[in-house]
């Protein structure tokens, strides 16, 4: 060869080491692109997360604890707005990154960014976050989920997904949302035997109650009865205070915002008896949790608990207490207009409830 073509050679060497070492470059570039990109998805998420957690009094005004002054109200109301304006830039932005960079969420940011559109109710921005998620948690395998794992991820998912569909109202969606919400709870139920059967019982019920909500703001009464009926029976399998008092305050707030049901309708005779006796029992071992009597009559019941007339003692439940005057007998069938007295939450020992009336008043006509 001569001292061109060696020349030549070397050139040609030079050039294809330049083109490895641009090319390594190149792929360290767009790996540090990837992992700045996927770090700041992860910095959005969490921003959104912190959203999520703050109370959203609007959207859901059916767990309120308790009566608010109006005052109250017009502050809840300008927070829950202020928090869902920022929820929407913040969910608009993941959108945009994810768009121009092509960074791809994973199972649980699609859930947060489902979550957060839901809440805001901002449909069209929720259903590609929705399907993503209930896609991902549907295919465990791929993603090395334990069986538990892969349970919880799918409750969580089919529980966002039915809360769109009974917010979009489609033909169908109603359909689609009560059975996705099965489907859900039957995700619980498999996890029983981890969770006990204190927690299972308290998440089945938040689950009929949350239901009964949705179908009583379409006007559905008769599967909202169904679902309440189902979340009273799964209450009374909950043994642990904390719990009972958390999801009794749930049903019976639920009681409260659908005021024009019937509360027969909705709450079973053995719950409401059953309530009495936990709240006799918490102002027995604390301060009085909750309770109202009428005029010249003793209570030791709660003020769920049942009420007779002027003169009596009211030891009963609401639906053990007999409603005429000095007189006791074994609890209805049904509950009946006068089972029910002015109902307080129960709340901590030294913290003030304002009564919210659930039912007629017994003592109403008492001069």
């Known amino acids: 060869m001569s001292s061109s073509d060696w020349v030549a050679l070397g050139s040609l060497i030079v050039s294809c080491f330049a083109f490895v070492v641009s090319y390594v470059g190149y792929k360290l570039q767009q790996k540090t692109a990837k992992s700045d990109n996927e770090k700041e ?92 998620a209930a896609d991902l948690a549907a295919r465990p395998g791929e993603r090395g989920w334990s069986a538990e794992t892969a349970a919880t991820a799918q409750m969580l998912s089919l529980q966002v997904r039915a809360n769109f569909f009974y917010n979009r109202g489609e033909p169908g969606d109603v359909e689609a949302a009560r059975t996705d919400l099965e489907q859900a709870r039957q995700r619980v139920r498999n996890l029983r035997h981890q969770q006990g059967p204190n927690m299972t019982a308290a998440r089945l019920a938040e689950f009929y109650v949350r239901e009964a909500d949705f179908e009583l703001d379409l006007g559905h009464e008769e599967p909202a009865a169904d679902r ?6 799964e209450w009374l399998k909950v043994h642990t205070p904390t719990a009972q008092q958390a999801i009794g305050n749930m049903i019976w707030s639920l009681v409260n915002a659908h005021g024009r049901v019937p509360f027969d309708t909705l709450l079973t ?90 039912g007629p008043d017994p003592q109403a006509d008492q001069p």
């Open 41 to 132: 998805l992860a910095d959005q998420i969490a921003a959104i997360q912190d959203k999520l957690a703050e109370p959203n009094q609007v959207a859901q005004p059916t767990f309120l604890a308790g009566a608010q002054t109006q005052a109250d109200s017009q502050n809840a109301i300008a927070k829950a707005t202020s928090t869902n304006a920022a929820l929407q830039m913040l969910v608009l932005r993941v959108g945009n990154l994810i768009e121009s960079t092509g960074v791809q969420p994973d199972w649980y940011q699609n859930l947060v960014l489902a979550s957060a559109a839901v809440r805001i109710g901002d449909q069209v921005m929720a259903e590609p976050y929705v399907k993503a």
């Open 228 to 233: 309440m009926a189902n979340a009273c029976k």
């Open 269 to 358: 005779a053995e719950f409401v008896k059953a309530w009495g006796e936990f709240l006799r029992g918490a102002a027995g071992s604390a301060a009085p949790a909750s309770g109202a009597a009428g005029s010249g009559s003793a209570a030791s019941g709660s003020a769920a608990s049942g009420a007779a007339g002027s003169g009596s003692a009211a030891s009963g439940a609401a639906a053990s207490g007999a409603a005429g005057s000095g007189s006791a007998g074994p609890g209805p069938a049904r509950l009946g207009p006068d089972d029910l007295v002015p109902f307080t939450f129960a709340r901590p020992a030294g913290e003030a409830a304002p009564v919210t009336p659930v």
